[in-house]
């Protein structure tokens, strides 16, 4: 019995590597892996691997069998993280590594780097507090992937987002590495939830269901488009859809208040940190039509950064997708967020210039 539980556990793990996702559609935990046999050698480096954030993801990512590297880097704790996640049987060799002297080594030949690296948000906490400790630490980290990775595809989790993104992106113009087609904001646990809390509330599966959540990654910044979900859900109202676009919106802190103080939203962004990374490695390997909402540099609005759909390839962002038709609730929501979003990208470019 037992025997047969692993295997079903195991392939209840597995992702189908020739599927493709539209805004977190590839339910990474629920759907079967199909691997051909001759998937290309894949690295992924996670950089705070040891965190409350990066323990789980690097779990997430062991699972994943088109990695066949992974690399785990912190400050430190890292050497005893590796040693438990290796022991998973799964394709990925793992190794750890502690310590700045030990962070060129970890992003060494990395396909992707993933950068959940920082401390978490606690109750009281504003967005610039989360700045003014972790825009340094994005900030040295980018410098390392310039110099040993520059070709690599950065994921980052580190917050505030709308401001770490722009911070990265700045240290790659100086460093004379930075492609606009291979740094992302990692928004896609807005879309986890905003699904999650949509199919709850309107009874729909949550499996299959897909909605975009354009803008940013805080707050107001956060616009869910409901309007555009699949399926719909012709139940819920104007206040139902107003109720969810907030909780969407202040999801994050619902976590923090719910563990009164000892942690933040570490668990369901690992697992939204695992669907994104799976989705850039499908879109490396030349899957087709893989979509997903992620922070990046565009023309989708007047700002240079926006949350939007996004198809990804095998040089990364592929094609930035438009916003497509609003209501009147979520044009408004569009425009209460620009300047809010704005302020944002110009102190994380202001940060990295000034430094």
């Not at 590597?17 to 046999?37: L, M, N, P, Q, V």
């Not at 917050?159 to 990265?168: E, G, H, K």
């Not at 408004?332 to 990208?345: H, N, R, T, V």
């Amino acid at each position: 019995m037992r025997a047969a539980f692993l295997r079903s556990a195991g392939r209840a793990l597995r992702v189908s590597a020739s599927e493709s996702c539209s805004c977190s559609s590839s339910h990474f935990i629920h759907r079967s892996y199909s691997t051909s046999g001759s998937d290309p050698e894949r690295k992924v480096a996670i950089l705070g691997a040891a965190g409350g954030i990066g323990q789980p993801l690097s779990v997430l990512i062991k699972l994943n069998p088109l990695v066949s590297s992974l690399s785990l880097y912190d400050i430190a704790g890292t050497p005893g993280v590796a040693a438990d996640v290796s022991h998973i049987n799964t394709r990925a060799e793992v190794a750890g590594y502690a310590g700045e002297e030990q962070l060129g080594k970890a992003l060494e030949g990395a396909d992707v780097v993933i950068i959940p690296a920082g401390v978490p948000r606690k109750p009281g906490m504003t967005r610039d507090d989360l700045f003014n400790i972790n825009a340094g630490i994005v900030k040295s980290l980018c410098t390392a992937i310039a110099k040993y990775c520059p070709n690599a595809l950065v994921n980052m989790i580190s917050n505030p987002v709308n401001s770490t993104v722009p911070i990265a992106a700045e240290v790659f113009k100086k460093a004379g590495t930075y492609d606009e087609r291979k740094l992302f904001g990692v928004t896609t646990l807005d879309v986890v939830r905003a699904k999650t809390f949509y199919a709850g509330k309107g009874k729909v599966p949550v499996d299959g269901f897909n909605v975009p959540v354009v803008g940013g990654h805080a707050g107001i910044t956060i616009l869910p488009l409901f309007s555009q979900a699949t399926p719909t859900a012709d139940s819920l109202s104007d206040d139902d859809i107003k109720a969810l676009t907030k909780r969407t919106q202040e999801g994050g802190t619902e976590v923090v208040e719910a563990k009164a103080g000892k942690g933040s939203a570490t668990l369901s962004m690992a697992y939204a940190g695992a669907v994104f990374a799976d989705a850039c490695l499908k879109g490396l390997n030349g899957v087709p039509d893989i979509v997903e909402c992620t922070f990046v540099q565009s023309n989708v609005t007047e700002l240079p950064f926006f949350a939007s759909k996004v198809r990804l390839g095998k040089n990364g962002v592929e094609e930035v997708l438009g916003l497509g038709p609003l209501s009147d609730f979520e044009k408004q929501g569009l425009e209460s967020l620009i300047p809010e979003l704005k302020a944002s990208i110009e102190k994380g470019v202001k940060f990295a210039q000034a430094n």
